[in-house]
């Protein structure tokens, strides 16, 4: 009887928080990938791993509070994380509004525009864009609207107290940008405009365009942009990218034209086909190989490489 | 892999067995009307074979533990989808392409070189296709049964689609030359070694038996497994 009291009393005390408690998800994908990359040895290596929490929870309003943090798992030395350095870590909220997020996060610079040509599976194939600039931010204000027949336009802030020199040679003490997005999106039709405008240690601007479209297995998109702050002066990069899935599998292909740099140097081009095949619903393997130019090898935009990988998700 | 390669054969050679005691004379006589040159040549390919490469399929197979033939089988199988994928491609299937070129990436790769079926097992089934299939697919017949000195059965069709196999078979681009052709000859050893338990099966006329065996396979193969039957044939 004693035991049953106790039970209930401990029961009840776990219980209590729980209620309180948000819903929380953990999350990952773990990928590995052995690359022969030209110029280097062949290498088993992470294939930016990642593990992440995300919860939600309702606010007397009706909207919903999200929290969000993701960092590295890396698995070939085990760690989580690079030091100084996550993926991301923001808290928002969200409703019939929009949503409102603070913290390190995607930009829609990235997910709406560029990211729509980021379909490959290697991390070796992502080379042409900043994620540090032009992708995940650090000390970013965003708001996203909700759907309006299918237009979203977002806005952004970043405010980072960091001293430095961007690639046009301005140096300042704050790192501070504006960043203006809309996306829309009909059917299997989607078109999106990004502009990140830096003011500060930085002072230059990021612009892009995404276009993609899909029906039933097929999807292809195409993105351009015009990244002034790492590239001042070059041309904008261009990207065509490709998926056809047939059950199990997925071959994927895309062109890149790196365009020429500021001092009129071609970037040459790369070519990337991959293949991915399904193992199960949260498990995949595929086999890539990149073919760069003779220009984009003597440009260092990118080098021949053949990677087979593995991602589990969970 | 190899159990199921060994069942098709068995069930082929069977169902030929079956269906060759109502096959009439004059029906022999329409698929073979070059026999007076066919029979003499199977003669000495049946010579060859009982001295030579049947003692060293059965010495290969005694050798060899199980586990090796069928890394052996998987290599050349790996290679032989090399051609499925322009065949498959030739035929429009482009499915069955994309499937096969996986399958030769991901065999290759992770498979270690082909010794390994890791595709089967994935989700990735072969579609074997060569190009007296791509023919066939596209409407031509198979001609008049043909029996090649050295390289056995055939017909007009098959036989002259030999020529660009060989040219998509990646063995043709190994050097130096003497390793080539050892792996020429394991494949043949391999292959033979394949069809002694299938050919178990023959009794009787063991020409007529393996002529009506192949045109049948070789229709079978064209038309993807989906064969029409005459109604006298029941």
């Given at each position: 009887?004693?035991?049953?009291?106790?039970?209930?009393?401990?029961?009840?005390?776990?219980?209590?928080?729980?209620?309180?408690?948000?819903?929380?998800?953990?999350?990952?994908?773990?990928?590995?990938?052995?690359?022969?990359?030209?110029?280097?040895?062949?290498?088993?290596?992470?294939?930016?791993?990642?593990?992440?929490?995300?919860?939600?929870?309702?606010?007397?309003?009706?909207?919903?509070?999200?929290?969000?943090?993701?960092?590295?798992?890396?698995?070939?030395?085990?760690?989580?994380?690079?030091?100084?350095?996550?993926?991301?870590?923001?808290?928002?909220?969200?409703?019939?509004?929009?949503?409102?997020?603070?913290?390190?996060?995607?930009?829609?610079?990235?997910?709406?525009?560029?990211?729509?040509?980021?379909?490959?599976?290697?991390?070796?194939?992502?080379?042409?864009?900043?994620?540090?600039?032009?992708?995940?931010?650090?000390?970013?204000?965003?708001?996203?609207?909700?759907?309006?027949?299918?237009?979203?336009?977002?806005?952004?802030?970043?405010?980072?107290?960091?001293?430095?020199?961007?690639?046009?040679?301005?140096?300042?003490?704050?790192?501070?940008?504006?960043?203006?997005?809309?996306?829309?999106?009909?059917?299997?039709?989607?078109?999106?405009?990004?502009?990140?405008?830096?003011?500060?240690?930085?002072?230059?601007?990021?612009?892009?365009?995404?276009?993609?479209?899909?029906?039933?297995?097929?999807?292809?998109?195409?993105?351009?942009?015009?990244?002034?702050?790492?590239?001042?002066?070059?041309?904008?990069?261009?990207?065509?990218?490709?998926?056809?899935?047939?059950?199990?599998?997925?071959?994927?292909?895309?062109?890149?034209?790196?365009?020429?740099?500021?001092?009129?140097?071609?970037?040459?081009?790369?070519?990337?086909?991959?293949?991915?095949?399904?193992?199960?619903?949260?498990?995949?393997?595929?086999?890539?190989?990149?073919?760069?130019?003779?220009?984009?090898?003597?440009?260092?935009?990118?080098?021949?490489?053949?990677?087979?990988?593995?991602?589990?998700?969970? | 892999?190899?159990?199921?390669?060994?069942?098709?054969?068995?069930?082929?050679?069977?169902?030929?067995?079956?269906?060759?005691?109502?096959?009439?004379?004059?029906?022999?006589?329409?698929?073979?009307?070059?026999?007076?040159?066919?029979?003499?040549?199977?003669?000495?390919?049946?010579?060859?074979d009982g001295?030579l490469l049947k003692p060293a399929a059965r010495g290969y197979q005694a050798v060899t533990?199980?586990?090796?033939?069928?890394?052996?089988?998987?290599?050349?199988?790996?290679?032989?989808?090399?051609?499925?994928?322009?065949?498959?491609?030739?035929?429009?299937?482009?499915?069955?392409?994309?499937?096969?070129?996986?399958?030769?990436?991901?065999?290759?790769?992770?498979?270690?070189?082909?010794?390994?079926?890791?595709?089967?097992?994935?989700?990735?089934?072969?579609?074997?296709?060569?190009?007296?299939?791509?023919?066939?697919?596209?409407?031509?017949?198979?001609?008049?049964?043909?029996?090649?000195?050295?390289?056995?059965?055939?017909?007009?069709?098959?036989?002259?689609?030999?020529?660009?196999?060989?040219?998509?078979?990646?063995?043709?681009?190994?050097?130096?030359?003497?390793?080539?052709?050892?792996?020429?000859?394991?494949?043949?050893v391999?292959?033979r070694a394949?069809?002694l338990a299938?050919?178990?099966?023959?009794?009787?006329?063991?020409?007529?038996?393996?002529?009506?065996?192949?045109?049948?396979?070789?229709?079978?193969?064209?038309?993807?497994?989906?064969?029409?039957?005459?109604?006298?044939?029941?």
């Amino acid at each position: 009887m004693k035991k049953s009291i106790i039970a209930l009393a401990v029961a009840g005390a776990l219980t209590a928080p729980m209620v309180a408690q948000a819903d929380a998800t953990v999350y990952g994908s773990l990928r590995v990938q052995i690359a022969d990359a030209d110029g280097a040895a062949l290498d088993i290596q992470d294939n930016t791993s990642r593990i992440g929490i995300k919860a939600t929870s309702e606010l007397f309003s009706g909207a919903t509070a999200i929290a969000h943090f993701e960092t590295y798992a890396n698995t070939e030395s085990g760690s989580f994380g690079t030091p100084g350095k996550g993926r991301l870590a923001y808290v928002g909220a969200t409703g019939s509004y929009g949503t409102a997020l603070v913290g390190r996060q995607w930009l829609p610079a990235y997910l709406w525009t560029v990211g729509k040509t980021d379909i490959m599976a290697a991390a070796s194939t992502e080379t042409t864009h900043s994620y540090g600039t032009g992708g995940r931010q650090g000390n970013a204000a965003a708001y996203i609207s909700p759907k309006m027949g299918g237009l979203q336009i977002a806005a952004a802030v970043v405010a980072r107290d960091a001293a430095g020199v961007d690639a046009g040679g301005d140096a300042g003490t704050q790192v501070d940008a504006s960043h203006l997005a809309a996306t829309y999106s009909m059917g299997g039709f989607g078109v999106a405009v990004s502009t990140l405008q830096y003011n500060g240690t930085v002072d230059e601007n990021i612009n892009s365009l995404g276009v993609n479209y899909s029906a039933d297995n097929l999807y292809v998109g195409f993105s351009v942009e015009d990244d002034e702050v790492n590239a001042k002066g070059a041309d904008s990069v261009m990207i065509l990218a490709g998926s056809y899935a047939m059950g199990n599998t997925k071959v994927l292909g895309s062109i890149t034209d790196f365009g020429d740099s500021a001092a009129d140097v071609d970037g040459g081009k790369r070519y990337v086909a991959e293949v991915q095949q399904k193992l199960g619903k949260q498990a995949f393997v595929f086999a890539n190989y990149i073919e760069a130019s003779n220009k984009a090898e003597d440009a260092s935009k990118a080098v021949d490489v053949f990677a087979v990988g593995y991602n589990v998700n969970f | 892999m190899r159990s199921i390669k060994r069942l098709s054969h068995l069930l082929l050679l069977s169902s030929f067995l079956i269906v060759s005691g109502a096959v009439a004379q004059d029906q022999n006589s329409e698929i073979d009307p070059w026999q007076g040159f066919n029979r003499p040549v199977f003669e000495f390919n049946e010579v060859l074979d009982g001295y030579l490469l049947k003692p060293a399929a059965r010495g290969y197979q005694a050798v060899t533990p199980d586990i090796v033939e069928t890394g052996v089988g998987n290599f050349f199988g790996n290679l032989a989808d090399v051609g499925s994928i322009v065949n498959n491609l030739l035929q429009l299937k482009a499915e069955a392409a994309v499937q096969d070129f996986s399958r030769v990436v991901f065999n290759t790769t992770i498979g270690l070189g082909g010794i390994l079926d890791v595709a089967t097992p994935m989700g990735l089934p072969e579609h074997k296709e060569d190009f007296g299939q791509t023919l066939g697919y596209w409407g031509v017949g198979s001609g008049p049964y043909l029996v090649l000195p050295f390289l056995g059965p055939s017909n007009v069709r098959d036989g002259i689609s030999k020529l660009p196999d060989s040219m998509v078979d990646p063995v043709g681009e190994v050097n130096p030359i003497r390793t080539r052709n050892q792996l020429y000859a394991l494949r043949i050893v391999d292959s033979r070694a394949e069809l002694l338990a299938a050919e178990q099966l023959l009794n009787g006329d063991r020409y007529t038996a393996i002529r009506d065996a192949y045109m049948q396979r070789r229709e079978f193969l064209v038309n993807d497994g989906e064969v029409e039957f005459d109604d006298d044939q029941f």
